[in-house]
């Protein structure tokens, strides 16, 4: 945050994520700098914004249980998920078995992956814009039974992209 005329500037560092700390603190020390005398309504401001948040995640939560049905199981093994799996546009990330639990692992980050609905799994991911997400992926078989495929739900609004087992 920068007021080049004021020759002010404040750059805040933390390891704190999914947290609005770093900007009340930047504004909090931008009023002090600038000789405001109150900062309470930047650190309430905030807090309610975090209070907002965190209602809007646990609402996520409830509307995404509410269309699991786990008396829809899979139709595989576990075993028979497991691998890679790529797209051209998005990459690869595969899949392995974890004890008696899948994970999946994309860009170095691993993540459960747990039934949902039938073919379809759930990973919950935190994505760089600092927000939990549920991603739910659909598994595809061949005619013959072979996962040969999921569909993954990236970008809202557009059918979800295809990734074919390698």
């Known amino acids: 945050m920068f007021i080049p005329e004021k020759r002010i500037g404040v750059v805040v560092l933390t390891n704190l994520n999914l947290s609005q700390a770093m900007v009340a603190a930047s504004f909090v020390t931008m009023d002090f700098l600038l000789g405001n005398e109150s900062t309470v309504e930047w650190t309430d401001y905030f807090q309610a914004l975090e209070e907002k948040s965190a209602q809007a995640v646990q ?9 699991r ?24 990330f595969e899949i392995a078995l974890r004890g008696d ?10 993540f459960d992956l747990v039934p949902y609905n039938g073919e379809t799994f759930a ?7 600092n ?17 040969i495929a999921v569909r993954i739900p990236i970008v809202p609004g557009i059918e979800p992209p295809r990734f074919l087992r390698e």
């Open 69 to 92: 049905d786990l008396s829809l199981a899979p139709r595989h093994d576990l075993q028979a998920y497991v691998g890679k799996f790529h797209n051209p546009g998005y990459g690869t």
């Open 123 to 129: 990973t919950r991911y935190q994505s760089t814009e």
């Open 101 to 110: 639990s899948l994970v999946q692992t994309y860009d170095g980050r691993t």
């Open 131 to 147: 927000h939990l997400h549920h991603m739910p992926m659909t598994f595809e078989s061949n005619s013959d039974g072979e996962v």
């Open 59 to 67: 609402a996520a939560e409830r509307e995404f249980d509410s269309g």
